[in-house]
């Protein structure tokens, strides 16, 4: 990362390192802000952080559910890494693997205690079969525990740390790394109550929903996966774990429009709650004087399909579940109101390594990402990838400037979907019969068998050697 100019003083020092604030939420595809053009939801304190700081516009998840894109944020490593993780805990299967049993490297948080910061974690962890993040977690992860709150609490006591951090003298050893680790708008998962077959959609009013989206009806000439994926029919609990999906897309067969627009409106309440959470943490921040020596970062784990597709929840690689939102700002040296629609950025393998970098120390050598701090603040000399790859169950997404390109996989057989997103944003059209996308297809074919031989992914390499023969 180039550093900041600090004023020539006769005596050159490097500036000092900047405290880092990391708020993440859970279930936020990248559209779902006022900032974004959404004009349904309320979320005053992230549309202040966007015209503060710089927005990521291509940013995507490891995996879009919540496990292994939470092991990835914590470890910069691909989910794959840990024993073949491509979803959450599997009702008849093992637990979920210990981080240190598959990869060598430190999480996040001992890498930047190491780097003598004190580091805090509050709300969900969700990693290792944690839920929340406790007490008994602190050793393992390198965090000291805030909360294991991941609503309000979070916010109260994020507030009151960071109010502390402000009272204590200049010679207080260390910047702080706080990463305050919010649920919502997460809760959209209870609109189906536990074995129940009709939704319960309250409180959220047709009034305060948004209409239909644009591209509710299936993709043209969608895998078979995808429709299987819809209609809660794909595979069966013994081999693929679909929990709440599975239940979600029995009961959504039946939907009417005003079922659609309610879960959508209630998708949007769960969102103005956690923002109000998250003014809450800016407000302190600012009142601490601490706001221009802190970096703040902001993202989610995964966003939800809100009704695109006539698809709920995650775990398909459509826009509405990959793809996710990216803020930094950090006063005087991030350009402010700034919309990087350029480079691709995956919040799992690279947020790390920028958290390294901003902190002075080298990230772990052997992780697949980069740090961004550079791009985000507007470093010209920044090299960057022209793709990035994200994991699925059964499937795998290679996103070029122009191009999805995805693979999906169940009982032996392969599909792929191309998707030309300058054209077709909205993923209407699925591209890969068609004979002029013919050389597109084979490029970006290559390019992901390439990725998936390089980072030793055998169930990307499998799914692809799966696509019939004739390619």
Known sequence: MRRPHTASTGSESPPARPNILLITTDQQHHRLAGYAGDRYVCTPALDRLAREGTRFELTYAANPVCVPSRYSLLTGHLPHRFGGLET?????GPPLPAIADWVSTPTTGHCLRAAGYDTVYGGKLHVEGIPAFTPEAER?????????????????????????????????????????????????????????DRPSFEPATLDESPPLPDNFAPTRGEPRWISGFRDGTLGNESTLELGLTRRFGRSARSWSERQWRLYRGLYRH??????????????ALRESGLQRDTVVIFTSDHGDHDGEHRLTMKRSFYEAAAHVPLLVRWPGHVPAGRVDDRHLVNNGIDLLPTLCDLAGAAPPAGLPGRSFAGLA????????????????????MLRSARYKYCVYHHAGVSEELLCDLHDDPLENDNLAASPPHRATLHEHRHLLADWTRRHHDPGGTAYLAALPGDQ
């Open 377 to 396: 603040q507007a470093d010209p000399a920044s090299a960057w990838p022209e793709f990035t790859v994200s994991e699925t169950v059964g499937g795998r």
């Open 140 to 196: 393992r992860f390198g965090f000291r525990c805030l909360t294991g709150d991941s609503r309000e609490e979070l916010a109260l006591r994020s507030r009151d740390f960071l109010l502390q951090r402000g009272r204590e003298p200049a010679s207080a050893p260390g910047p702080f790394f706080l990463w305050a680790s919010f649920i919502n708008p997460h809760d959209i998962c209870h609109v189906l109550p536990r074995g129940a």
């Open 88 to 92: 959450n805990q599997q009702s008849n």
């Open 270 to 283: 769960h969102m103005a709650a956690v923002d109000r959470q998250i003014g809450i943490v800016l407000d």
